[in-house]
C-alpha cells in the first residue's frame, strides 16, 4: 500500500480548501475552539469611499455587503461572523416569504388591491376580469403570455386608483406636486425628487388601499421634509398615526417589487 508523506497531503489538502473556496462559495476560518467554521460568502461585495460597513438582504435573499475601499477582506469577514444570526435571519424570514407566495411569484395567483385571486383561463370571453376569487383571462392568451396579460392589467387600473387617492391627500395636506409619474421598478414603490416629482410603482395595486395610502403620504411627506429625519415621520404620522404598523406590513409585500421583471 502506498502512502502519502505529511507534506504532500498538506499540499492536497490546501488544494481542496482552495477548490471549495472557488467552486461552492463558501469561506473557511478556523477557530481554535471550533475548528473549521463554514461562513456563507457576500453574494455581492461592493468597496467604495464609504467609512462603515453595512449589510442589506435584498428580495431574492441575496446578502449585500458594502465596505470601505481599503478594509481588508478579513475585516469583513470577521464582521460578518458577529452579524451571522442577523442575517440568518433575515434570510430565513425572506426565504419564509417566497416560499409562502409561491404560486403568486409564478403568476397562478394575483393579489389586487390585498384581495388574492386565482388565474384561470376561460374561453368565450375577451377581456381580462374579476369573479369572485378568480381573475379571468381569455383561452386564447398563451400560457407565455399570461404574465404580460397581467401585467397590462394591473398597470391599466394602477392610474386611476394612485391618482384618485394622491390628489385627495395632496389637497388634505394641503401641498402642490409638479408632476407624477406610473412606473415600472423593481426597487421602489414610490418616488419624491427634489424638485416635487413625485412616482409611483404601477405594482402599488396589489397592495391594501391602506398600503397604497401609506405610500402616496409617505412621498407627499418628503415635499416638506427631503429626508426621514423625525420631523418626517411626523408629517406622516400626522395622517396615520399607526405608520409604523404600515411601515412593518409593506417590508412584509417587498417580494411583490420582483414581479413582472422578466421576460413574458
Avoid at 446578502?63 to 435571519?89: D, G
Avoid at 394575483?110 to 374579476?130: D, E, H, N
Avoid at 415635499?223 to 399607526?242: A, T
Amino acid at each position: 500500500m502506498q502512502t502519502k508523506n505529511f507534506s504532500t497531503m498538506h499540499k492536497s489538502y490546501k488544494h481542496y480548501i482552495n477548490w471549495q473556496i472557488a467552486n461552492l462559495g463558501v469561506i473557511l476560518l478556523k477557530s481554535k475552539k471550533e475548528g473549521w467554521k463554514v461562513l456563507i460568502k457576500p453574494d455581492v461585495l461592493i468597496k467604495t469611499r464609504r467609512k462603515t460597513l453595512s449589510l442589506t438582504i435584498n428580495q431574492e435573499g441575496e446578502l449585500i455587503v458594502r465596505a470601505p475601499e481599503k478594509m481588508p477582506i478579513n475585516e469583513v469577514y470577521n464582521f460578518l461572523i458577529k452579524k451571522e444570526k442577523w442575517i440568518k435571519q433575515k434570510q430565513g424570514h425572506i426565504i419564509n416569504i417566497l416560499k409562502a407566495n409561491e404560486k403568486i411569484l409564478n403568476y397562478e395567483q394575483v393579489l389586487f388591491l390585498g384581495k388574492l385571486y386565482s388565474v384561470v383561463r376561460v374561453k368565450g370571453i375577451k377581456k381580462v376580469s374579476l369573479e369572485g376569487g378568480f381573475l379571468c383571462i381569455p383561452a386564447s392568451v398563451k400560457p407565455e403570455k399570461v404574465q404580460k396579460t397581467l401585467k397590462n392589467w394591473l398597470n391599466l387600473l394602477a392610474e386611476d386608483i394612485i391618482l384618485d387617492r394622491l390628489d385627495y391627500f395632496a389637497e388634505l395636506m394641503a401641498l402642490d406636486f409638479d408632476s407624477v409619474k406610473i412606473v415600472a421598478s423593481k426597487a421602489k414603490w414610490g418616488s419624491c425628487d427634489a424638485d416635487n416629482n413625485l412616482s409611483f410603482n404601477f405594482k402599488m395595486v396589489m397592495l391594501t388601499p391602506k398600503l397604497i395610502d401609506y405610500i402616496i403620504i409617505h412621498e407627499l411627506a418628503h415635499i416638506l421634509q427631503f429626508n426621514h429625519s423625525k420631523q418626517f415621520w411626523d408629517v406622516v404620522k400626522s395622517i396615520i398615526p399607526n405608520y409604523k404598523k404600515q411601515r412593518e406590513l409593506l417590508q412584509g409585500s417587498n417580494f411583490l417589487l420582483r414581479l413582472f421583471t422578466g421576460k413574458p
